[in-house]
């Protein structure tokens, strides 16, 4: 079964600031069922990267996904106010359908 | 663009099962993998397992194998999560969620509209 281990567990960063969050596959992965979500306190989930570097409909792109492989990684080049919140990459596909790493926390330094 | 409604929160005693709802619409119900994933509090994202209607079958994280059953239908678009012999452990919220199926490939895809999720707090 895939593990994903995302990195940081929380980032603290200021408005503008560029973030760099981090996935790690526990073996390699297609590129083409990698996702990322963005959380907010008392919300859902919401789609924001899939297939590892294609941004969702309505996503800013300030957004980027890239990798391959093992290592994944969600870019986020200028922060603005409302993208502090919790992101959680996962693995989709075939067999198990879905994983989810244990997310990271992006706060306001 | 669909949009899912969950069932209200839940108070559920030890032991005990809940059955949660997760009805569709603005879409094509049937052809889409819904799932339902849990979020204990504090904690990440887990998926409990997922149906596609078309097919009828569901399958299962192996964690839920035997305490959790999946159903969809598709009369009225709506999915149900049911989850038994409760433990304080299952207090969480509760998302459905759907995705796009692959058929060239039978693969699952990105999860593209949630729920607005379901609260089932497990208590004595």
């Known amino acids: 079964e895939i593990v994903l281990t995302q990195s940081p567990g929380t980032l603290s960063l200021s408005p503008g600031e560029r973030a760099t969050l981090s996935c790690r596959a526990s073996q390699s992965v297609s590129s083409s069922y990698l996702a990322w979500y963005q959380q907010k306190p008392g919300q859902a989930p919401r789609l924001l990267i899939y297939g590892a570097s294609s941004r969702a409909t309505g996503i800013p792109d300030r957004f980027s996904g890239s990798g391959s492989g093992t290592d994944f990684t969600l870019t986020i080049s200028r922060l603005e106010p409302e993208d502090f919140a919790v992101y959680s990459c996962?693995?989709?596909?075939?067999?198990?359908?879905?994983?989810f790493g244990q997310g990271t926390k992006l706060e306001i330094k | 663009q669909v949009q899912l409604v969950q069932s209200g929160a839940e108070v559920k005693k030890p032991g005990s099962s809940v059955k949660v709802s997760c009805k569709a619409s603005g879409g094509t119900f049937s052809s889409y993998a819904i799932s339902w994933v849990r979020q204990a509090p504090g904690q990440g994202l887990e998926w409990m397992g997922g149906?596609?209607?078309?097919?009828?079958?569901?399958n299962y994280a192996q964690k839920f194998q035997g305490r959790v059953t999946i159903t969809a239908d598709e009369s009225t678009s709506t999915a149900y999560m049911e989850l038994s012999s409760l433990r304080s452990e299952d207090t969480a919220v509760y998302y459905c969620?759907?995705?796009?199926?692959?058929?060239?490939?039978?693969?699952?895809?990105?999860?593209?509209?949630w729920g607005q999720g379901t609260l089932v707090t497990v208590s004595s």
């Open positions: 969620a759907i995705g796009g199926y692959n058929w060239n490939d039978a693969s699952t895809e990105q999860m593209t509209n």
């Open positions: 149906i596609i209607p078309i097919f009828g079958t569901a």
């Open positions: 996962q693995h989709y596909g075939t067999s198990p359908r879905y994983t």
